[in-house]
């Protein structure tokens, strides 16, 4: 039982936890206005009621005054009734007013002259379906008061030859009365206000002002009704708008999340991308987003098995030339074949020793560019530094001429990693160079970019091997170049790594004389 209560429990969260549910309950919290409108209906229509009976006491004041100020006080209440139709224009009153006798008995009566109102059917409103279905569920909340137009027999006194109502008893002792009764069908309120009749300090009499609370209920069984429909309208707009909501936002999640399932095998490789989207939203800039994500991690792990595969082809050939070696020093007994087949194994080792040292530099130049401190650095004396060094050495070989505008060049790098551009550039310029030969290095900037050009008179780029000058591991020397020492090519792919971290650009081309020339462009500090 504990194990089906906790996966209901987690159900439930999770159920609770949708967007779809969030939207939706959002949304029918803006159902609750039209509520809060039903609710203060029911306490303005107290307000109203204490305002209909403030207005039938002082009908009754004003006909216990009049009635104390007549001569004949008793014999006077007719005609006073009588005149006050006479002003209304023998139009109905829906007020009763009644003057009453010391004994209870009626001395004279309104209706006398009016008569009853006029049966009035139930309003519209409370006919209508919905206004029943609203009523029935209201109802148990005591928010509802369902009344109807009195009946002519519907009055308390209607039957009783003497009044003597709580209302009539207080009047007749000398003090206001006031009392709310349903009809005997239990269907209508009517509200009772007695006032006393003093002449002097005796009391005389009582006036009686009983009036239904009909007319004002049908007001507000009607505007009940426009709130109930406003209500039902506001819970289908808000179910529409939800509906629409959760198909416009969970159901591309729901895709994304299923891409995100499909995109991974079990062991965890990628074998999809995801799509991405065509939508303006923030969910169309996630999926987009997750899609240049996707494709960034699969080129990035291509990278790394290419990148593998390269480096264990290149170091097949230094292991080959190792073990050769080694098989050959067991064979032969000489002792200089034996220091030549030694010296074979020692270059070789170093050879593998500078691979392992340019694969370690590449594959770590992207995380130390991410946390390395960078500073303002002048380009132009720090090409003029490297200059000086390369002339000093490569003085009887190679002519290092040097171009540079007379203002600062100032860049946010690290001045180690410059070093090592333009080192690796310059000595592949150098190395391609021929005997007296001239590299040139022209520095300029705009506002926008800092470029140096690096040219020699060598025998340019091929044209086919043109986009695989920056790729691992590549090479191409033709007969009369020099060769490095520690040539492993990787040293043009560090400096594309490099450069590219800076957020610049690298660009090699043949000159129009022969010759190669690189361009490096960075950006300046601001």
Known sequence: MAGVSTRLTKRLRRFLSRIAFRLMAFNLLLVFL??????????????????????????????????????????????????????????????????????????????????????QRANRAKRNILYRAGAALLRPLHLSRTTEQPLAAGDYYESSKRLFGTEIRSALQGESGAVERISPDRRSVTVYVAEPIRVGDNVIGATLASQSTFPILQDLYTVRLGILRIFIISVIVAIIISLLVATTIVRPLRQLRLEAASILDRRGRLRGRFR???????????????????????EHVRFIESFAADVSHE???????????????????????????????????????????????????????????????????????????????????????????PEPCEVNASEDRLIQVFVNVLENAISFSPPGGVVTITLSRDASTIV?????????????????????FFTHRPEGT????????????????????????????NNAMGGATFEIHLRPSA
């Open 34 to 119: 039209p509520v809060a409108g039903i609710l203060y209906l029911g306490s303005y229509e107290q307000r109203l009621l204490g305002s209909q009976r403030r207005a039938l006491q002082e009908e009754a004041r004003l006909l216990a005054a009049a009635v104390a100020s007549a001569q004949v006080p008793g014999r006077s209440a007719q005609e006073i009734l009588l005149a006050r139709h006479r002003l209304r224009g023998n139009t109905p009153d829906p007020i009763r007013l009644r003057v009453i006798s010391p004994v209870g008995t009626i001395i004279a009566d309104s209706h006398a002259f009016s008569g009853p109102p006029p049966p």
């Open 276 to 298: 991405g989207s065509l939508k303006h939203d923030e969910i169309g800039d996630l999926s987009r987003a997750l899609e240049r994500l996707t494709r960034r991690l699969d």
């Open 315 to 405: 170091f097949k050939n230094p292991l080959a030339s190792i073990r050769t070696a080694t098989e050959m020093l067991a064979e032969v007994d000489e002792p200089e074949q034996r220091k030549r087949f030694l010296r074979m194994v020692e270059l070789e080792i170093a050879r593998m020793e500078s691979l392992l040292s340019g694969v370690r530099e590449i594959t770590l130049i992207d995380a130390q560019l991410i946390t390395e401190q960078r500073t303002r650095v002048d380009v132009r004396a720090l090409l003029e530094r490297i200059v000086d060094g390369f002339r000093l050495r490569e003085r009887a070989n190679v002519s290092i001429v040097l171009n540079t505008p």
């Open 452 to 472: 140096t050009t690096i040219a020699d008179q060598g025998h340019g780029i091929p044209e086919p091997d043109m986009p695989r000058v920056f790729d691992r």
């Open 482 to 509: 020099r060769p490095r020492a520690s040539h492993t090519g990787l040293g043009l792919a560090i400096v594309k790594a490099i450069v590219d971290g800076y957020g610049g650009a690298i660009t090699p081309s």
